[in-house]
């Protein structure tokens, strides 16, 4: 039903996460991103408190992330129904995935990276992810949507996707990287890619804007924000 991948940056210390899924709005349950911290993916049968509980623990600053992420799983039960990719703001992961995990499923940690799913096709989806994420360079962003394209070439879930995210945290206290394709008959994750490429030379702008309005640049549209 969901494949993800979690990953950091070396050279920025950018986290982030890109994920898809057959179900609609996977964006708005899954994937979470806290600047200075980290980043959680928590899919399955999801339970989106998860995420937010897991990254106050790592920012309390005495858990490494198998140590929070086990924590958060025996606080709220259910654990058997869970599967969940941590990486901490040094690149260090943890995976859990319980054994009520739907269909095929597999979880792999790679450098500075994590990937995980169910209900694919075969277990090779998870480590073509990793190989990608791995052997791509450039920007955090380009390098996670190239392991979730390597997913779908290597065969994806067992059914088709209908919805994709992009979540990644810079140095602000707002994700850098929010996009979201919250349904597509087909492609999401194509879709989701061509957004970030329309984002990706605005993305600063943005930033500019919210920290310096006087010279925050205008695209001349009505409304423009």
Request: with cysteine.
């Amino acid at each position: 039903m969901t494949f993800s991948i979690v990953g950091r940056c070396q050279e920025t210390g950018q986290v982030g996460i890109a994920i898809s899924s057959s179900s609609i709005c996977v964006g708005a349950r899954c994937p979470w991103v806290r600047a200075g911290v980290g980043a959680v993916a928590t899919q399955n049968i999801t339970l989106p408190a998860l995420g937010p509980q897991i990254l106050d623990l790592l920012e309390q600053g005495q858990l490494a992330p198998a140590a929070a992420l086990d924590r958060a799983l025996s606080a709220n039960g259910w654990s058997e129904y869970r599967q969940v990719t941590v990486i901490d703001s040094h690149g260090e992961v943890a995976l859990f995935t319980g054994n009520q995990a739907l269909g095929v499923h597999h979880a792999v940690a790679g450098e500075q990276c994590a990937a995980a799913g169910n209900l694919l096709s075969g277990g090779q989806v998870i480590e073509a992810m990793v190989d990608a994420f791995e052997h791509t360079g450039g920007p955090l962003a380009d390098r996670l949507l190239a392991a979730m394209q390597a997913a779908m070439a290597a065969g994806g879930e067992a059914g088709p996707v209908h919805s994709a995210a992009l979540k990644i945290a810079g140095e602000l206290t707002w994700p850098l990287v929010d996009l979201r394709v919250d349904w597509a008959e087909q492609d999401p994750i194509g879709e989701l890619a061509r957004l970030w490429q329309a984002y990706r030379p605005q993305m600063q702008d943005y930033v500019t804007r919210a920290l310096d309005p006087t010279t925050a640049p205008s695209y001349g549209v009505p409304g423009d924000a």
